[in-house]
C-alpha cells in the first residue's frame, strides 16, 4: 500500500517530463526544418542568379580584356575566369565561392564585391526603412479611415491618392520633387546623402548616416542627413503607402462585415472601439505579411529613386553595374536583394505564427 501513493505522485512528474520532452522536439523540429527551407529557398535563388548571369547577351571576358584583345589574350581570360569549364561545374563552383564570401571583384570599382554591397547596402537600408515607417504609419490609418466611411468624400479621396501612387513613375515625381522642393522653394536637401561640407565627419559605423552621427554625436551632420533624406523617403514611403492602405482598406471592409461587429454596434459599443479594437485587431496578421512584402519591396525598387537622387545605394551600385557590363557586382546585388526578400519574407512567417496560435 506504501507504494501506490509513491506511484501516483510519480505519475505527475513523468507526464510533465513527457509534454516537455514532445515540446522541445516540436520546437528542434520547427527549427530544422526552417533552416532547410531557407537552405533550399537560397539554392534556388543561387541557380536563378548564376544562368540568368549566363544567359544575359554581355560577355564578362571582353568586360574584362576589352574588345581589341587578341584571340590569345581573350582565352587566357576565359580559362583564367573558368568559363571553359563545364556550366554544372561553373556553377557549384559560384555556389562555393558565395558560401566562402567570395563574389568576385567588381569591374567598375575595382574592389571586391562584397566590400562594395557592404558600403553601398546601408544607404539603400537607410531609405527603406524611413520610407516603410511613412508608409505604415500614413498607409494604415488612411485604409482604416477610408473603409470605416466608405462611399463618403474621405474615402474618395484616399482612394484617389492610392491610384496615384500605383499610377505615377517612380522617376517623374522624383524630378518633380527635386525641381519643387529643393530647387525652387529649398526646404528640402539636393542629391546626394550629405552636402561635401559634412562628409567624413563622422566615422562609419553602422554605414547608415542617421546612426553615425548620433553615435558621433554630431546633431549638424545628422540634421544635414535627414535634410537630404526627407525627400526621397517620403517618396519611397507615398508608393509604400498606396499599397498598405489599399491592403488595410480592403481588410477592414472585410472585417466590418462581419456579424461580431454588428452585434458590437447593437449594444452600444462606441463606434472608435468597434474600429480600432474590434474590426482592426484581427487584421494586424495580414498587415505583417503586407508590410514585409512592401518593406523588400522598397529595397528592391529604390533603382529609379537613387538614381534621381544620386543616392550612393545598392541600387544606384546595380546600374552603375549594368550599364559597364560588371556581371559580378550584377550577380552580387541581385543575389542580396534576393536574400533580403527570403529573410523578410521568413520573419514575415514567424510573426504570422507568433501573433495566431492557428497558423502553428
Same mark, same amino acid.
Given at each position: 500500500?506504501?507504494?501506490?501513493?509513491?506511484?501516483?505522485?510519480?505519475?505527475?512528474?513523468?507526464?510533465?517530463?513527457?509534454?516537455?520532452?514532445?515540446?522541445?522536439?516540436?520546437?528542434?523540429?520547427?527549427?530544422?526544418?526552417?533552416?532547410?527551407?531557407?537552405?533550399?529557398?537560397?539554392?534556388?535563388?543561387?541557380?536563378?542568379?548564376?544562368?540568368?548571369?549566363?544567359?544575359?547577351?554581355?560577355?564578362?571576358?571582353?568586360?574584362?580584356?576589352?574588345?581589341?584583345?587578341?584571340?590569345?589574350?581573350?582565352?587566357?581570360?576565359?580559362?583564367?575566369?573558368?568559363?571553359?569549364?563545364?556550366?554544372?561545374?561553373?556553377?557549384?563552383?559560384?555556389?562555393?565561392?558565395?558560401?566562402?564570401?567570395?563574389?568576385?571583384?567588381?569591374?567598375?570599382?575595382?574592389?571586391?564585391?562584397?566590400?562594395?554591397?557592404?558600403?553601398?547596402?546601408?544607404?539603400?537600408?537607410?531609405?527603406?526603412?524611413?520610407?516603410?515607417?511613412?508608409?505604415?504609419?500614413?498607409?494604415?490609418?488612411?485604409? /482604416? *479611415?477610408?473603409?470605416?466611411?466608405?462611399?463618403?468624400?474621405?474615402? %474618395?479621396? #484616399?482612394? $484617389?491618392? @492610392? +491610384?496615384?501612387?500605383?499610377?505615377v513613375p517612380a522617376f517623374w515625381l522624383g524630378l518633380v520633387g527635386l525641381a519643387l522642393f529643393y530647387a525652387r522653394w529649398r526646404l528640402v536637401g539636393g542629391p546626394g546623402r550629405l552636402d561635401i561640407f559634412y562628409e567624413g565627419?563622422?566615422?562609419?559605423?553602422?554605414?547608415?548616416?542617421?546612426?553615425?552621427?548620433?553615435?558621433?554625436?554630431?546633431?549638424?551632420?545628422?540634421?544635414?542627413?535627414?535634410?537630404?533624406?526627407?525627400?526621397?523617403?517620403?517618396?519611397?514611403?507615398?508608393?509604400?503607402?498606396?499599397?498598405?492602405?489599399?491592403?488595410?482598406?480592403?481588410?477592414?471592409?472585410?472585417?466590418?462585415?462581419?456579424?461580431?461587429?454588428?452585434?458590437?454596434?447593437?449594444?452600444?459599443?462606441?463606434?472608435?472601439? /468597434? *474600429?480600432?479594437?474590434?474590426?482592426?485587431?484581427?487584421?494586424?496578421? %495580414?498587415? #505583417?505579411? $503586407?508590410? @514585409? +512584402?512592401?518593406?523588400?519591396?522598397?529595397?528592391?525598387?529604390?533603382?529609379?529613386?537613387?538614381?534621381?537622387?544620386?543616392?550612393?545605394?545598392?541600387?544606384?551600385?546595380?546600374?552603375?553595374?549594368?550599364?559597364?557590363?560588371?556581371?559580378?557586382?550584377?550577380?552580387?546585388?541581385?543575389?542580396?536583394?534576393?536574400?533580403?526578400?527570403?529573410?523578410?519574407?521568413?520573419?514575415?512567417?514567424?510573426?504570422?505564427?507568433?501573433?495566431?496560435?492557428?497558423?502553428?
Open positions: 500500500m506504501s507504494l501506490e501513493p509513491q506511484a501516483n505522485l510519480r505519475q505527475p512528474g513523468w507526464a510533465a517530463r513527457g509534454v516537455g520532452s514532445r515540446r522541445v522536439w516540436r520546437a528542434a523540429n520547427a527549427i530544422f526544418w526552417f533552416i532547410v527551407t531557407i537552405a533550399l529557398t537560397f539554392l534556388g535563388l543561387l541557380a536563378i542568379t548564376f544562368f540568368i548571369g549566363r544567359v544575359i547577351p554581355i560577355d564578362p571576358v571582353l568586360s574584362v580584356v576589352g574588345d581589341r584583345a587578341t584571340t590569345q589574350v581573350y582565352e587566357a581570360a576565359r580559362q583564367a575566369m573558368g568559363l571553359d569549364r563545364p556550366l554544372i561545374v561553373q556553377f557549384f563552383s559560384y555556389v562555393g565561392d558565395v558560401i566562402s564570401g567570395n563574389l568576385g571583384n567588381s569591374i567598375s570599382t575595382g574592389r571586391p564585391v562584397i566590400v562594395d554591397l557592404g558600403r553601398f547596402f546601408p544607404a539603400t537600408l537607410e531609405m527603406a526603412t524611413l520610407g516603410i515607417l511613412i508608409g505604415v504609419g500614413l498607409g494604415v490609418p488612411m485604409g /482604416v *479611415i477610408a473603409a470605416a466611411k466608405q462611399g463618403s468624400w474621405i474615402d %474618395q479621396v #484616399i482612394r $484617389v491618392v @492610392g +491610384l496615384l501612387g500605383y499610377s565627419l563622422v566615422p562609419s559605423i553602422t554605414g547608415m548616416i542617421l546612426i553615425d552621427s548620433i553615435i558621433a554625436g554630431n546633431m549638424d551632420v545628422f540634421k544635414n542627413a535627414v535634410w537630404h533624406l526627407v525627400l526621397p523617403a517620403s517618396i519611397l514611403g507615398f508608393f509604400s503607402l498606396a499599397y498598405i492602405g489599399r491592403m488595410t482598406r480592403s481588410f477592414m471592409l472585410d472585417q466590418l462585415s462581419q456579424e461580431f461587429v454588428t452585434t458590437a454596434r447593437v449594444k452600444g459599443v462606441p463606434e472608435r472601439v /468597434v *474600429i480600432w479594437r474590434h474590426a482592426f485587431y484581427p487584421i494586424r496578421i %495580414q498587415l #505583417i505579411t $503586407v508590410i @514585409g +512584402l512592401s518593406y523588400a519591396g522598397l529595397l528592391e525598387g529604390s533603382v529609379m529613386i537613387e538614381t534621381v537622387f544620386s543616392w550612393p545605394g545598392i541600387g544606384n551600385y546595380l546600374t552603375t553595374a549594368l550599364l559597364n557590363a560588371d556581371m559580378n557586382a550584377v550577380l552580387g546585388a541581385t543575389l542580396v536583394i534576393g536574400a533580403v526578400f527570403i529573410f523578410i519574407n521568413k520573419i514575415s512567417d514567424v510573426l504570422y505564427r507568433v501573433l495566431d496560435p492557428r497558423a502553428r
